[in-house]
Protein backbone atom coordinates (compact mmCIF):
# COMPACT_ATOMS: atom_id res chain seq x y z
CA UNK A 1 0.00 0.00 0.00
CA UNK A 2 3.23 2.72 0.87
CA UNK A 3 4.82 1.64 -2.22
CA UNK A 4 1.40 2.38 -4.50
CA UNK A 5 0.97 5.54 -2.10
CA UNK A 6 4.69 6.97 -3.10
CA UNK A 7 3.92 5.89 -6.55
CA UNK A 8 1.57 7.94 -6.62
CA UNK A 9 3.38 11.29 -5.26
CA UNK A 10 6.03 10.82 -7.39
CA UNK A 11 3.84 10.85 -10.95
CA UNK A 12 2.51 13.96 -9.48
CA UNK A 13 5.78 15.62 -9.64
CA UNK A 14 7.01 18.00 -12.17
CA UNK A 15 8.72 16.42 -14.76
CA UNK A 16 12.01 18.27 -14.69
CA UNK A 17 12.33 18.06 -10.80
CA UNK A 18 15.00 15.05 -10.82
CA UNK A 19 14.45 11.30 -9.83
CA UNK A 20 12.79 10.49 -13.11
CA UNK A 21 13.43 10.25 -17.06
CA UNK A 22 11.95 13.35 -18.36
CA UNK A 23 11.24 11.79 -21.77
CA UNK A 24 9.81 8.60 -19.92
CA UNK A 25 12.67 6.01 -21.34
CA UNK A 26 14.39 3.55 -19.46
CA UNK A 27 18.32 3.81 -18.80
CA UNK A 28 19.04 0.47 -20.85
CA UNK A 29 17.17 2.21 -23.80
CA UNK A 30 19.09 5.75 -23.36
CA UNK A 31 22.36 3.84 -23.21
CA UNK A 32 21.66 2.13 -26.82
CA UNK A 33 20.70 5.41 -28.78
CA UNK A 34 24.06 7.03 -27.10
CA UNK A 35 25.61 3.89 -28.70
CA UNK A 36 23.93 4.56 -32.03
CA UNK A 37 24.27 7.93 -31.98
CA UNK A 38 28.52 7.90 -31.38
CA UNK A 39 27.97 4.70 -33.92
CA UNK A 40 26.14 7.14 -36.37
CA UNK A 41 29.54 9.40 -35.76
CA UNK A 42 31.57 6.79 -37.19
CA UNK A 43 29.81 5.76 -40.13
CA UNK A 44 29.82 9.46 -41.54
CA UNK A 45 33.44 10.00 -40.98
CA UNK A 46 34.07 7.08 -43.19
CA UNK A 47 31.01 7.92 -45.41
CA UNK A 48 32.34 11.41 -45.91
CA UNK A 49 36.03 10.35 -46.91
CA UNK A 50 34.46 7.73 -49.59
CA UNK A 51 32.85 10.92 -51.05
CA UNK A 52 35.87 13.03 -50.71
CA UNK A 53 38.15 10.61 -52.22
CA UNK A 54 35.26 9.98 -54.97
CA UNK A 55 34.93 13.39 -56.72
CA UNK A 56 38.76 14.20 -56.14
CA UNK A 57 39.50 11.50 -58.60
CA UNK A 58 37.82 13.02 -61.43
CA UNK A 59 40.40 13.35 -64.57
CA UNK A 60 37.76 15.12 -66.83
CA UNK A 61 34.13 15.11 -67.30
CA UNK A 62 34.57 11.71 -69.26
CA UNK A 63 37.50 10.20 -68.39
CA UNK A 64 38.12 9.09 -65.12
CA UNK A 65 40.20 7.30 -62.96
CA UNK A 66 37.44 5.85 -60.42
CA UNK A 67 36.23 2.56 -61.05
CA UNK A 68 32.60 2.29 -62.46
CA UNK A 69 30.53 0.29 -59.68
CA UNK A 70 28.04 -1.24 -62.19
CA UNK A 71 31.04 -2.92 -64.02
CA UNK A 72 32.55 -4.19 -60.83
CA UNK A 73 29.46 -5.55 -59.25
CA UNK A 74 27.69 -7.20 -62.08
CA UNK A 75 27.92 -10.89 -60.36
CA UNK A 76 25.36 -13.28 -59.50
CA UNK A 77 26.01 -16.69 -57.80
CA UNK A 78 25.37 -19.14 -60.99
CA UNK A 79 25.52 -16.75 -63.46
CA UNK A 80 29.05 -16.17 -64.15
CA UNK A 81 30.04 -14.16 -67.41
CA UNK A 82 26.89 -12.05 -67.31
CA UNK A 83 26.46 -8.40 -67.17
CA UNK A 84 23.85 -7.90 -64.02
CA UNK A 85 24.65 -4.68 -62.93
CA UNK A 86 24.35 -4.73 -58.76
CA UNK A 87 21.52 -7.17 -58.91
CA UNK A 88 23.21 -9.60 -56.28
CA UNK A 89 23.71 -6.78 -53.87
CA UNK A 90 20.20 -5.73 -54.71
CA UNK A 91 18.97 -9.09 -53.20
CA UNK A 92 20.99 -8.68 -50.12
CA UNK A 93 20.07 -4.74 -49.28
CA UNK A 94 16.33 -7.04 -50.18
CA UNK A 95 17.10 -9.62 -47.53
CA UNK A 96 18.59 -7.06 -44.68
CA UNK A 97 15.15 -4.56 -44.94
CA UNK A 98 13.14 -7.86 -45.13
CA UNK A 99 14.68 -9.34 -42.05
CA UNK A 100 14.32 -5.12 -40.47
CA UNK A 101 10.44 -6.17 -40.97
CA UNK A 102 10.00 -9.33 -39.04
CA UNK A 103 12.23 -7.97 -36.17
CA UNK A 104 9.38 -4.91 -36.12
CA UNK A 105 6.86 -8.04 -36.04
CA UNK A 106 8.91 -9.08 -32.87
CA UNK A 107 8.70 -6.33 -31.24
CA UNK A 108 4.88 -5.54 -32.01
CA UNK A 109 4.35 -9.19 -30.89
CA UNK A 110 6.68 -8.32 -27.39
CA UNK A 111 3.99 -5.73 -26.94
CA UNK A 112 1.07 -8.41 -27.05
CA UNK A 113 3.81 -10.52 -24.75
CA UNK A 114 3.17 -13.17 -27.01
CA UNK A 115 6.06 -15.86 -26.39
CA UNK A 116 5.43 -18.02 -29.82
CA UNK A 117 5.25 -14.97 -32.10
CA UNK A 118 8.28 -13.47 -30.39
CA UNK A 119 10.30 -16.37 -30.86
CA UNK A 120 9.18 -17.27 -34.31
CA UNK A 121 10.15 -13.85 -35.80
CA UNK A 122 13.43 -13.60 -34.00
CA UNK A 123 14.04 -16.67 -36.08
CA UNK A 124 13.31 -15.06 -38.96
CA UNK A 125 15.87 -12.23 -37.96
CA UNK A 126 18.67 -14.36 -37.35
CA UNK A 127 18.33 -16.23 -40.53
CA UNK A 128 17.92 -12.54 -42.64
CA UNK A 129 20.93 -11.56 -40.89
CA UNK A 130 22.82 -15.19 -41.79
CA UNK A 131 22.04 -15.08 -44.93
CA UNK A 132 22.96 -11.29 -45.51
CA UNK A 133 26.44 -12.00 -43.97
CA UNK A 134 26.83 -15.07 -46.47
CA UNK A 135 25.92 -12.62 -48.98
CA UNK A 136 28.40 -10.60 -48.21
CA UNK A 137 31.51 -13.18 -47.98
CA UNK A 138 31.08 -14.25 -51.15
CA UNK A 139 30.58 -10.76 -52.73
CA UNK A 140 33.88 -10.32 -50.83
CA UNK A 141 35.68 -13.53 -52.39
CA UNK A 142 34.85 -12.45 -55.73
CA UNK A 143 35.74 -9.46 -55.63
CA UNK A 144 39.31 -10.11 -53.95
CA UNK A 145 39.71 -13.00 -56.83
CA UNK A 146 39.91 -10.13 -59.46
CA UNK A 147 42.64 -7.86 -57.74
CA UNK A 148 41.05 -6.07 -55.13
CA UNK A 149 43.63 -5.69 -52.03
CA UNK A 150 43.37 -2.75 -49.49
CA UNK A 151 46.52 -1.59 -50.94
CA UNK A 152 45.70 -1.44 -54.53
CA UNK A 153 43.14 -2.32 -57.33
CA UNK A 154 42.93 -3.16 -60.91
CA UNK A 155 39.34 -1.86 -61.71
CA UNK A 156 39.97 1.62 -62.96
CA UNK A 157 38.42 2.34 -66.22
CA UNK A 158 39.71 3.60 -69.44
CA UNK A 159 37.95 5.73 -71.99
CA UNK A 160 37.70 2.94 -73.99
CA UNK A 161 36.58 0.73 -71.53
CA UNK A 162 33.77 3.43 -70.95
CA UNK A 163 32.83 3.54 -73.84
CA UNK A 164 32.19 -0.43 -74.49
CA UNK A 165 31.06 -0.52 -70.52
CA UNK A 166 28.08 1.37 -71.93
CA UNK A 167 26.91 -0.40 -75.12
CA UNK A 168 26.55 -3.42 -72.56
CA UNK A 169 22.53 -4.28 -72.31
CA UNK A 170 21.61 -6.04 -68.51
CA UNK A 171 22.07 -10.11 -69.43
CA UNK A 172 24.98 -9.64 -72.02
CA UNK A 173 27.77 -11.58 -72.07
CA UNK A 174 30.59 -9.73 -70.33
CA UNK A 175 34.26 -9.75 -69.66
CA UNK A 176 37.22 -7.70 -68.65
CA UNK A 177 39.35 -7.08 -71.27
CA UNK A 178 43.28 -5.43 -70.53
CA UNK A 179 42.66 -2.27 -72.48
CA UNK A 180 39.14 -1.50 -70.73
CA UNK A 181 41.33 -1.63 -66.64
CA UNK A 182 43.69 0.48 -65.60
CA UNK A 183 45.51 0.69 -62.09
CA UNK A 184 42.70 2.72 -60.05
CA UNK A 185 42.47 4.67 -57.01
CA UNK A 186 43.83 2.43 -53.74
CA UNK A 187 41.28 4.40 -51.44
CA UNK A 188 38.59 2.51 -53.52
CA UNK A 189 39.17 -0.61 -52.68
CA UNK A 190 40.87 0.01 -49.12
CA UNK A 191 37.56 1.58 -47.77
CA UNK A 192 35.25 -0.81 -49.57
CA UNK A 193 36.60 -3.19 -47.46
CA UNK A 194 36.68 -1.27 -44.21
CA UNK A 195 33.28 0.27 -44.55
CA UNK A 196 31.54 -2.76 -45.85
CA UNK A 197 33.33 -5.17 -42.87
CA UNK A 198 32.77 -2.74 -40.08
CA UNK A 199 29.16 -2.67 -41.44
CA UNK A 200 29.55 -6.50 -41.86
CA UNK A 201 30.82 -6.70 -37.90
CA UNK A 202 27.71 -5.12 -36.64
CA UNK A 203 25.70 -7.21 -38.59
CA UNK A 204 27.42 -9.98 -37.16
CA UNK A 205 27.41 -8.78 -33.11
CA UNK A 206 23.60 -8.30 -34.28
CA UNK A 207 22.95 -11.69 -35.38
CA UNK A 208 25.14 -12.97 -32.16
CA UNK A 209 23.07 -10.58 -29.92
CA UNK A 210 19.21 -11.66 -31.54
CA UNK A 211 20.29 -15.60 -31.04
CA UNK A 212 21.14 -14.81 -27.57
CA UNK A 213 17.25 -12.96 -27.07
CA UNK A 214 15.56 -15.46 -28.95
CA UNK A 215 16.73 -18.07 -26.80
CA UNK A 216 16.13 -15.90 -23.68
CA UNK A 217 12.52 -15.62 -25.03
CA UNK A 218 12.08 -19.33 -25.94
CA UNK A 219 12.63 -20.25 -22.34
CA UNK A 220 10.31 -17.60 -21.12
CA UNK A 221 13.24 -14.77 -19.28
CA UNK A 222 10.63 -12.04 -20.85
CA UNK A 223 7.81 -13.58 -19.50
CA UNK A 224 9.10 -13.90 -16.35
CA UNK A 225 10.07 -10.19 -15.96
CA UNK A 226 6.91 -9.23 -17.37
CA UNK A 227 7.94 -7.08 -20.36
CA UNK A 228 9.76 -7.69 -23.72
CA UNK A 229 12.07 -4.24 -23.72
CA UNK A 230 15.18 -6.08 -24.32
CA UNK A 231 13.80 -6.95 -27.66
CA UNK A 232 12.77 -3.40 -28.52
CA UNK A 233 16.54 -2.56 -27.60
CA UNK A 234 17.94 -5.18 -30.04
CA UNK A 235 15.13 -3.79 -32.57
CA UNK A 236 17.00 -0.53 -31.96
CA UNK A 237 20.43 -1.77 -32.68
CA UNK A 238 19.42 -3.74 -36.06
CA UNK A 239 16.99 -1.07 -37.64
CA UNK A 240 20.33 0.99 -37.38
CA UNK A 241 22.53 -1.56 -38.90
CA UNK A 242 19.62 -1.68 -41.92
CA UNK A 243 19.38 2.35 -42.16
CA UNK A 244 23.04 2.31 -42.31
CA UNK A 245 23.32 -0.44 -45.21
CA UNK A 246 21.07 1.91 -47.16
CA UNK A 247 23.66 5.20 -46.96
CA UNK A 248 26.45 2.88 -47.50
CA UNK A 249 24.85 1.14 -50.62
CA UNK A 250 24.65 4.66 -52.15
CA UNK A 251 27.61 5.66 -51.74
CA UNK A 252 29.52 1.93 -52.73
CA UNK A 253 26.96 1.04 -55.57
CA UNK A 254 25.17 3.99 -56.85
CA UNK A 255 27.43 6.91 -57.06
Given at each position: ???????????????????RSPFNVSYGKLMMWLLLLSDAF??????????AQRFSNVENPV???WPEPAAIFNHFPGLHGLHLPLLFVSLMTFILIFSSVTMVLAVEAG??????????????TVIGGIAFLSC???????????????HGNTFGITAVGQEEFHKLKFGDHFEWKDE?????PVPFAALFFIVTGFHGFHVFTGVVANIVITIMAA????????????????????????????FVFTFFYLI
Amino acid sequence: MADHQSEAIFEKQPVWAGGRSPFNVSYGKLMMWLLLLSDAFTFSSLLVQYGAQRFSNVENPVVTRWPEPAAIFNHFPGLHGLHLPLLFVSLMTFILIFSSVTMVLAVEAGHRKHKKDVVKFMIYTVIGGIAFLSCQAWEWSVFISEGATLHGNTFGITAVGQEEFHKLKFGDHFEWKDEWRTHGPVPFAALFFIVTGFHGFHVFTGVVANIVITIMAARGVFERRGHYEMIEKTGLYWHFVDLVWVFVFTFFYLI
